[in-house]
């Protein structure tokens, strides 16, 4: 048992089956006039970002899109999305994607509060506020980086070849969306991998060197969660419940390790 430990997890979380519906509530409740949707074409293609358009329109919210974003996220992406986000005269990011495009909509967030600074300077650990101005909501696509309640984002430097961390509790965003919808279309092949990684990151916050009872039930629920669905999920891709339970899972597993942090496994795969 630690004799002193921290536990922060301000991100507000909806899940379930319809979770998505709830977006537009959600943003009124945030006082937000114009989102930015940040995605990709392949979220477009199988009609995630789609899903939250509908909603947006449903609710006479009008929004901009940016579906450009690669891949791999890198600073040049993030410095495009916050020019097109200040020229479309927008108040909120919502980033519907995986990995890549979450990680790109927090650098733009980074790159919104710090307009003077270039991103390399704020690379690294606590260089940034602990609150942002610009709202942001999530909706992973995948189940896997647990980046929706995470402090971290990793942006790639390509001119220089190396991935830059940016770690601060401003990093986490406002909201984030949990809906099967969201995860229905990812192939047997992304559902084990993602799912794989998801365990990892809770079974190294089991063990990590900050953990505390806290992440400890954040970590070992995920892990329950994961053994349980991951087959029927790559079994029955289209089946809403085990989808549910692994994006919770996800969510659980990042939280755990943003907060007792990953070991050996991502040390390795980071350098
Ligand atoms: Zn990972």
Avoid: W
Wanted: hydrophobic content about 45%; aromatic content about 6%.
């Amino acid at each position: 048992m630690r004799e002193y430990f921290e536990f922060y997890l301000p991100t507000k979380i909806l899940a379930g089956f319809s979770a998505l519906d709830n977006l537009g509530f959600e943003l009124n409740i945030l006082n937000i006039k114009k989102p930015l949707i940040v995605s990709d074409h392949v979220i477009e293609k199988v009609g995630v970002s789609g899903i939250v358009k509908n909603v947006l329109e449903q609710n006479g919210i009008c929004f901009s899109e940016f579906l450009d974003v690669p891949l791999e996220s890198s600073l040049e992406t993030v410095e495009e999305i916050a020019e097109f986000f200040n020229k479309e005269k927008c108040d909120c990011l919502i980033a519907v994607g995986g990995g890549s495009v979450i990680d790109s909509a927090k650098g733009v967030r980074i790159l919104l509060e710090y307009p003077n600074k270039k991103m390399i300077e704020l690379s690294g650990a606590d260089n940034l506020n602990t609150k942002f101005t610009t709202p942001l909501v999530v909706v992973p696509t995948t189940s896997g980086t647990g980046s929706e309640a995470t402090l971290v984002a990793v942006i790639k430097d390509t001119q220089n070849h190396v991935k830059l961390p940016f770690l601060s509790y401003g990093m986490l965003p406002d909201l984030a969306i949990l809906d099967p919808r969201s995860t229905i279309s990812l192939s047997a092949k992304m559902t084990a991998a993602t799912a794989m990684d998801a365990l990892v990151h809770a079974i190294e916050a089991y063990i990590g060197t900050q953990k505390n009872p806290v992440s400890d039930s954040f970590a070992a629920s995920a892990i329950n969660l994961i053994s349980k669905n991951v087959l029927l999920a790559i079994e029955n891709p289209k089946d809403n419940v085990s989808r549910l339970n692994l994006a919770i899972a996800s969510m659980l597993a990042g939280a755990a390790f943003s907060n007792s942090m990953v070991g050996i496994v991502h040390a390795i795969g980071h350098s």
